[in-house]
């Protein structure tokens, strides 16, 4: 599968943003779908996960301000994030993973950059 992120761009603090990704096939055929993030000089850390019964789970930095969602018909999922705060910078990566016998295999889209400024 091919995953095709949007949406990033360049916020004031307080602000919002909606991320986009497309895949190139059902996405609800997954195991999961995730968005991750990687601030400069750390590491890529999950955000939030919508399985495809609709099941989402966040990271506890994000609670309560990023919402993830999808449309399985335009093969798409969402992250509606609203009061952007400067620690929220980071490139934002759209995650899915597919179940194999014995292991999870990782598809990754391309990234798409996220600035909050004070």
């Known amino acids: 599968v091919q995953l095709q992120a949007s949406g990033g761009g360049s916020v004031q603090s307080g602000g919002s943003l909606r991320l986009s990704c497309t895949g190139s096939?059902?996405?609800?055929?997954?195991?999961?779908m995730n968005w991750y993030r990687q601030a400069p000089g750390t590491q890529r850390t999950l955000v939030a996960t919508?399985?495809?019964?609709?099941?989402?789970n966040y990271a506890d930095s994000v609670k309560g301000r990023f919402t993830i969602s999808s449309d399985n018909a335009k093969n798409t999922i969402y992250l509606q994030m609203n009061n952007l705060k400067p620690e929220d910078t980071a490139v934002y990566y759209c995650?899915?993973?597919?179940?194999?016998?014995?292991?999870?295999?990782?598809?990754w889209g391309q990234g798409t950059q996220v600035t909050v400024s004070s």
């Open positions: 995650n899915v993973e597919e179940a194999l016998i014995n292991s999870v295999l990782d598809h």
């Open positions: 096939q059902r996405l609800s055929a997954f195991n999961a």
């Open positions: 919508i399985t495809p019964y609709g099941h989402t």
